[in-house]
């Protein structure tokens, strides 16, 4: 019985120790593990410039574009403006197959469903609203049309950030009230209530590959990661090491990692599974924040937009910059990889969309 007590208290103190060791590598400033390693080992591709030019201006937008997403079909994708409208686009043609007029202007955020057949959107005004446009999908231009929202969300106690489709029953939102909610489309409820952070949570993603986990990025300087079946106040992990807000965060292509965009004028790399960070990607001559980023199909590069008019793109492995897209003449908004890896759409505060490929 003695032994067994001596056992279990020199486990406790292995363990206790193991944490301790954990804590101290999690709070390393500067962590840059993945790029230390590339540096040591040869790397296909390593040193090859992204070839990316511009191939389609989408004009139409008559006010500062805030949000897009692309569809799940790489071909058409959805833009939100405060010129008051949401805008769906033929990305081939450069057509304009939708245009739906918003209550409010003040628009910060919009998606589109996995099925093609909703849109949503949500601002200033609290709320999300969802969009049917079954049957409205040709590469005819349509003109503007009264068109009366299917479902509009209202929980919220502030701004609406950020809006993604789980499927066409379920959406998650995250909002300046500092909470995140996964939402029932049919019943037009909230289903979970997800309350981790202490500041405005800006963006989410959405797991690639497990359908039941997303990640949160705030105001606190946090990003989490929540599994909708537990429970909605304490997240799976939370993830520090920014100095200024998170502005978006987006999965890495296998769902083992993420990367998180900051005013901190940095974007960094997680890995969930070793619980750390394990780059960082920044350049003294980069001073200003990053509002937008996105993954490669491959996940080798990182599509990182900035308030200085600019795409940086990033070498996940090396952290090194690769290359930088000149094109807009105001600040990068918004910017997604299609789901076929073959284009990329970036936004702006010019009103304008680029499509690069």
């Not at 840059?32 to 040869?42: D, G, K």
């Not at 987006?250 to 965009?261: I, K, N, R, Y």
Request: net charge neutral; glycine share 6%; charged share 20%.
């Amino acid at each position: 019985m003695a032994e067994n007590k001596s056992e279990l208290a020199n486990c406790k103190q292995e363990i206790a120790a193991l944490k301790e060791k954990i804590a101290s590598v999690r709070t390393e400033p500067d962590q840059q593990f993945l790029a230390s390693v590339a540096s040591r080992r040869p790397l296909s591709g390593t040193g090859k410039p992204c070839d990316l030019r511009q191939r389609r201006i989408l004009k139409g937008h008559f006010g500062k574009i805030y949000a897009m997403q692309w569809a799940a079909d790489s071909r058409h994708v959805v833009s939100a403006s405060q010129d008051g409208k949401l805008i769906i686009w033929n990305a081939y043609t450069t057509n304009k197959v939708n245009a739906i007029p918003l209550r409010s202007s003040w628009v910060m955020s919009c998606a589109y469903s996995p099925s093609g057949a909703l849109v949503a959107s949500g601002g200033l005004d609290n709320l999300a609203s969802v969009y049917r446009i079954a049957g409205q999908m040709s590469d005819n231009k349509s003109k503007a049309t009264e068109q009366r929202p299917e479902a509009e969300l209202a929980q919220h106690e502030g701004y609406l950030s950020c809006c993604r489709f789980l499927n066409d029953q379920e959406l998650v939102t995250s909002s300046g009230d500092s909470t995140c909610i996964l939402w029932d489309l049919e019943t037009k409820s909230a289903k979970r209530v997800f309350s981790g952070h202490s500041s405005d949570v800006m963006s989410v993603a959405l797991s690639p590959t497990d359908p039941n986990l997303f990640l949160s990025g705030s105001c606190d300087c946090e990003a989490k990661l929540w599994d909708i079946r537990l429970d909605s106040h304490r997240p799976v992990k939370s993830f520090v090491g920014h100095e200024s807000d998170i502005n978006s965060v987006a999965f890495f292509p296998d769902g083992h990692a993420f990367a998180t965009s900051s005013d901190d004028s940095t974007c960094r790399l997680f890995d969930i599974r070793a619980y750390t960070q394990v780059n960082k990607f920044a350049n003294e001559k980069i001073l200003s924040g990053v509002t937008s980023i996105s993954f490669s199909q491959s996940g080798r590069m990182l599509f990182a937009g900035y308030d200085d008019f600019q795409c940086h793109v990033w070498d996940t492995a090396t952290g090194r910059l690769n290359t930088t897209l000149n094109g807009h003449d105001n600040r990068i908004s918004c910017l997604g990889v299609s789901a076929d890896g073959k284009a990329l759409c970036t936004g702006s505060w010019d009103t304008l969309l680029k499509i690069w490929a």
